[in-house]
C-alpha cells in the first residue's frame, strides 16, 4: 500500500477536500480557496460591474456568501462552478441598479485578446471595445454563455449549472451569441 494519495477520479472536484476541511472548522481551508479562486471571481464580476471598486466588494461578497452557505453546497456541481453561479447572481443583482452606460472595457484586459488576434495593441482596443458593446446587447443567457465561455473557459456542463439550462441549451446560446459576435472582427483578406 503506497503512502501517497489516490488522484482525484477523472471529473472528480478536486477542492472536495478543502471543503471538507473548512466544514470541519479549519479556516486556512477556505483562505486557500479564495487564494485560488479570488482573480478569476473577480475577473468574472468585473465583466458585469464595472467600477473596480464596486467589482473588489461584489467578489468579496461572494465569497462570503459562499463561507456562510458551505453547509448548503450540495456537491451536485463542482465547488468552482457553485462559487461562480454565487459571484454570477451577485453581479446580476448589482448592475440591476446601476448604470449601464460605464466604460465596456479596460486597457488592462487586453493583453490576451490581443495574443489572441495577433494583432496590435491599439487595433484590439479598438476590437474590443465593439465586442464589448456587443456582448451587452446579447440576451443574457448568451453573454453569460459567451462570457463564461470564452474569457473563463467553463465546460458548457459548468454553464448549465450556472445559467440554470441543459448543456445542450448551453451550447445553443453560445453558437447564437458567437454568431453574432462574428460580423464584428474584420475579414483579414478584405
Not at 25 to 37: E, I, T
Not at 142 to 157: A, G
Request: aromatic share 6%.
Amino acid at each position: 500500500m503506497s503512502d501517497l494519495a489516490d488522484p482525484p477520479a477523472p471529473g472528480a472536484d478536486e477542492d472536495l477536500p478543502l471543503v471538507d476541511r473548512c466544514l470541519s472548522g479549519d479556516r486556512a481551508a477556505f483562505d486557500a480557496l479564495v487564494v485560488k479562486y479570488q482573480a478569476g471571481i473577480q475577473r468574472l464580476v468585473r465583466r458585469y460591474v464595472r467600477r473596480e471598486e464596486d467589482a473588489e466588494d461584489v467578489s468579496q461578497r461572494a465569497f462570503l456568501n459562499a463561507f456562510e452557505k458551505l453547509t448548503e453546497f450540495r456537491r451536485e456541481s463542482s465547488f468552482r462552478t457553485w462559487l461562480h453561479r454565487i459571484a454570477v447572481h451577485l453581479a446580476l443583482n448589482h448592475v440591476r441598479g446601476a448604470s449601464r452606460t460605464e466604460p465596456l472595457a479596460e486597457m488592462d484586459d487586453l493583453p490576451a485578446f490581443t495574443n489572441a488576434l495577433e494583432t496590435s495593441r491599439l487595433v484590439a482596443a479598438e476590437v474590443w471595445t465593439r465586442v464589448a458593446e456587443r456582448l451587452s446587447a446579447l440576451p443574457p443567457k448568451q453573454r453569460l454563455t459567451v462570457e463564461l465561455r470564452l474569457f473563463h473557459e467553463l465546460s458548457f456542463r459548468e454553464i448549465a449549472a450556472l445559467a440554470d439550462c441543459s448543456e445542450d441549451s448551453a451550447k445553443v446560446n453560445f453558437h447564437h451569441g458567437i454568431k453574432r459576435l462574428r460580423g464584428l472582427i474584420p475579414d483579414p483578406g478584405a
